[in-house]
């Protein structure tokens, strides 16, 4: 994801910070469920990096809800 990120046209600084927060949870290795919850961040983030800043903004809300069920996965593995 960042080669194809780093070749294509300059985003924003929230886009950045987005694209850095996903490579972060990249290396997260919780388990089946914990992944199945990263891959819909992913999911959202990449949707997100088409889209004007609004629709950006909704992808951090809907990452934030998705850290919260990630942290009460973790907890009970």
């Known amino acids: ?9 300059p985003v924003s600084e929230v886009q950045q910070q987005i ?3 996903w490579s972060a949870l990249e ?4 388990g089946q469920t914990s ?3 990263l891959y819909r961040i992913r ?4 949707d997100a990096l088409t889209l004007d ?3 950006i ?3 951090l809300s809907e990452t934030s ?10 907890e009970h593995e």
């Open 43 to 46: 999911d959202n983030v990449t």
């Open 57 to 59: 903004a909704t992808a």
């Open 1 to 9: 994801m960042r080669s194809f990120l780093a070749r294509s046209s």
């Open 27 to 30: 290396d997260l290795d919780t």
């Open 19 to 21: 694209i850095e927060f």
């Open 35 to 37: 992944r199945e919850v």
């Open 65 to 74: 809800k998705a850290m919260c069920l990630i942290g009460g996965i973790i």
């Open 53 to 55: 800043v609004p629709d």
